[in-house]
């Protein structure tokens, strides 16, 4: 091997570790970095029925697709965490230089340490096993009659109110009825 081969090895090597954390570093905390596509947001936002007096928390909330979204066209408060710090620092970046920055909050951390209290709309777009695990929080502080929007993944023993399945989304609404954990009898949708 050259001495450019091995320059264009270790580069290559280098992008693709760059790559491989940037998408698949946070797994462990519940999903990998994959945006929403545009027509599922919209249809998220569209089916949560989200107006300016909404408070929207996006649970990993990514480079933000559902973010800005939410605050500059629906004009609704919004709430994103994220766990990577590299999307962290996009997401305060495209807050810096938009407008709406008034209305987005962002917070480094696990969504699993937030308390959803003051939530009136949720957006996820989580692996399967990160849902099952939101579920009893959900029901322990959601608000009756918050509304969770979820891409590609249900939320285990909950009833959507709705599914589109062009766009892979899952509308439920807080109904406070918990179902017991272990009958698989459904709660959540009306
Ligand atoms: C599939 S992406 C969705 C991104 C964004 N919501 C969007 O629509 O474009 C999932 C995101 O959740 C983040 N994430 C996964 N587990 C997390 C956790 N426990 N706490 C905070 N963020 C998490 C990942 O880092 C990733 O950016």
Redo the contacts with the bound molecule.
């Keep these: 091997m050259t001495a450019i081969e091995v320059e264009v090895a270790l580069a290559l090597f280098a992008v693709a570790a760059a790559t491989g954390y940037f998408v698949f570093a946070?797994f462990v905390?519940?999903?990998?970095?994959?945006?929403?596509p545009r027509a599922s947001?919209a249809m998220m936002l569209r089916l949560a029925e989200v107006t300016p007096h909404d408070t929207v928390y996006?649970?990993?909330?990514?480079?933000?697709?559902?973010v800005f979204r939410a605050a500059r066209t629906f004009r609704a408060r919004v709430v994103g965490?994220?766990?990577?710090p590299i999307?962290m620092l996009v997401l305060r970046l495209r807050r810096r230089f938009g407008t709406g920055a008034d209305r987005i909050t962002l917070h480094w951390?696990?969504?699993?340490h937030l308390d959803y209290r003051t939530a009136t709309v949720v957006?996820a777009?989580?692996w399967p096993g990160?849902m099952a695990r939101l579920r009893p929080k959900f029901e322990s502080e959601l608000p009756v009659g918050a509304r969770v929007v979820s891409?590609c993944h249900a939320i285990p023993g909950w009833t959507p109110t709705t599914y589109d399945r062009a766009t892979d989304v899952y509308l439920y609404r807080w109904t406070g009825h918990r179902a017991p954990p272990e009958d698989g009898v459904t709660a959540g949708g009306t």
């Design positions: 946070s905390y519940g999903a990998g970095y994959q945006p929403t947001v996006d649970l990993g909330a990514g480079t933000g697709a559902i965490v994220e766990v990577e999307r951390g696990n969504l699993f957006t777009f989580l990160a891409h």
